[in-house]
């Protein structure tokens, strides 16, 4: 059975960084295209940033400049790096993976920002 999971949030403050962590275990043989979203209090979810299985990324022009995100193949990882964090960035922060040719979603991490 396949499991995505976040990791990496918490509060913190106006200008900070935080990095978040999404972990894909069980039987994987095709970890492809993977994206992080995010859904702010009586907001719709967003597109954050994609990552392609080649390294290929792709940014939300709200957080270009500010947001990096990478991964590891062989850990089966992806990482959202957030710098120069703004309190309209805080939302709850979820991972989905195109892996073994479905469509996984984490259960999110919280990201607070704020003084």
């Known amino acids: 059975q396949v499991q995505l999971e976040e990791s990496g949030g918490g509060l913190v403050q106006p200008g900070g960084s935080l990095r978040l962590s999404c972990a894909a275990s069980?039987?994987?043989?095709?970890?492809?295209?993977v994206d992080w979203h995010r859904q702010a209090p009586g907001k719709q979810r967003e597109l954050v940033a994609t990552?392609?299985?080649?390294?290929?990324?792709n940014y939300a022009d709200s957080v270009k400049g500010r947001f990096t995100i990478s991964r590891d193949n062989a850990q089966n990882t992806v990482y959202l790096q957030m710098s120069s964090l703004k309190p309209e960035d805080t939302a709850v922060y979820y991972c989905?993976?195109?892996?073994?040719?479905?469509?996984?979603w984490g259960q999110g991490t919280q990201v607070t920002v704020s003084s």
């Open positions: 069980g039987s994987i043989f095709s970890l492809n295209s």
């Open positions: 990552i392609t299985r080649g390294g290929r990324t």
């Open positions: 989905n993976a195109l892996i073994n040719y479905r469509d996984y």
